[in-house]
């Protein structure tokens, strides 16, 4: 099993940054591939960014395109999510992601492990 928990939401005034963070523990392999999605208020949960470390690929939609970067850091079994130039449209739930089967299970939103979810909010 594997346990994903997310950290370092807030409310911060449009064009600033927040780097949230998502701790893994369990089997950590898990992590081969990750990503990250966001669920605004009344709307469904949607794909930010995804990566395959061991490919060296990531993928980004382009709402977010320039503005957000995903890295981590092995030592801490800790994926980053790196925002900058935030927008009002921003705000969400976000959601961290893993699985050890294929990219492809993150790419269609359907991975094995979640997050719990960390509130951001982006004030105009």
């Known amino acids: 099993q594997v346990q994903l928990v997310e950290s370092g939401g807030g409310l911060v005034q449009a064009g600033g940054s927040l780097r949230l963070s998502c701790a893994a523990s369990?089997?950590?392999?898990?992590?081969?591939?990750m990503g990250w999605f966001r669920q605004a208020p009344g709307k469904e949960r949607e794909f930010v960014l995804a990566t395959s470390w061991s490919a060296g690929v990531t993928s980004i939609a382009d709402s977010v395109k320039g503005r957000f970067t995903i890295s981590r850091d092995p030592a801490k079994n800790t994926v980053y999510l790196q925002m900058n130039s935030l927008k009002p449209e921003d705000t969400a739930v976000y959601y961290c992601a893993s699985d050890d089967r294929s990219y492809s299970y993150i790419l269609r939103g359907t991975p094995a492990y979640w997050g719990q979810g960390t509130q951001v909010t982006v004030s105009s």
């Open positions: 369990g089997r950590t392999f898990s992590m081969y591939y």
